[in-house]
């Protein structure tokens, strides 16, 4: 096996997929599918401002955030913290923020803040894992993730993310776990199925990971990724 090839599909697969998914995990991305049949969620109830000036303040924050004017969207939704305390998601949209621009110090004591407050939101939970996560600390991390997972279990991204804390734990057993429980949520998933091959590359599980791969192709027979990792593992 030529090892230099195997490790540039391995670093392209490494940064890209489990950056892309602990990022869009953490967030709640409208892309992961909900499962029918699995346990039911319920909606968070939008909350609006009680004063006047909130509800301008926030309006703009709204307005910067969705621009990515984050640092003008962070003044404005700090600014609505000190007004209304128990406005919850002003202070969420502030901890996705923090996320974003990669201060993750400060996100985690906003979601810490708000699983303070509300036990049982999964968002908030997945949100504070991957701010633990970037943080390297990822006991805690794998904690607030199983949390999410208990609260919404509908999420295939979040088992990504718990595989991956428990990857890095060196518990490969469980990671596989969390892996598998994912592709069944959303088993044609690219990045999911390329993210699982190279784990089990990494664990010298080349059959397996062949297998993975072939899915791979059936749905994109020019996916160079997987291409590229076909050629290189082990038969």
């Keep these: 096996m030529e090892i230099a090839l195997l490790v540039i599909a391995l670093v392209i697969v490494g940064i890209f997929a489990r950056r ?39 309006s703009q924050a709204m307005t910067y955030f969705e621009r990515g004017e984050l640092d003008e969207a962070e003044k404005r939704l700090v600014e609505i913290t000190t007004i209304e305390k128990d406005f919850n998601d002003a202070r969420h949209k502030l901890g996705l923020i923090y996320l974003k621009k990669g201060e993750f110090e400060k996100a985690e004591e906003i979601f810490k803040q708000l699983v303070a407050k509300v036990k049982d939101d999964a ?50 057993e469980k990671a596989q776990e969390m892996y598998k429980k994912a592709l069944v949520l959303d088993p ?13 590359i990494e664990d010298e599980k080349y059959a397996k990971a062949r297998f993975y791969l072939e899915k791979v192709l059936k749905l994109q027979p020019d996916n160079k990724i997987a291409l590229e990792m076909m050629k290189e593992i082990k038969d």
Excluded: C, M, W
């Design 188 to 200: 044609s998933n690219i990045e999911y199925l390329l993210t699982f091959a190279h784990f089990l």
């Design 20 to 58: 892309y998914y602990l990022s869009f995990s953490a967030y709640g991305s409208k892309k992961e599918k909900a499962v029918h049949g699995r346990q039911k969620v319920p909606v968070r109830p939008q909350q609006t401002p009680r004063t006047t000036e909130a509800k301008v303040l926030y």
């Design 123 to 172: 968002i908030y939970h997945s949100n504070l894992g991957r701010a633990l996560y970037e943080q390297e600390k990822f006991q805690e991390a794998l904690a607030s993730y199983l949390k999410s997972i208990g609260l919404d279990d509908t999420r295939p991204g979040r088992f990504v993310s718990a595989a991956e804390v428990y990857r890095l734990l060196g518990d490969k």
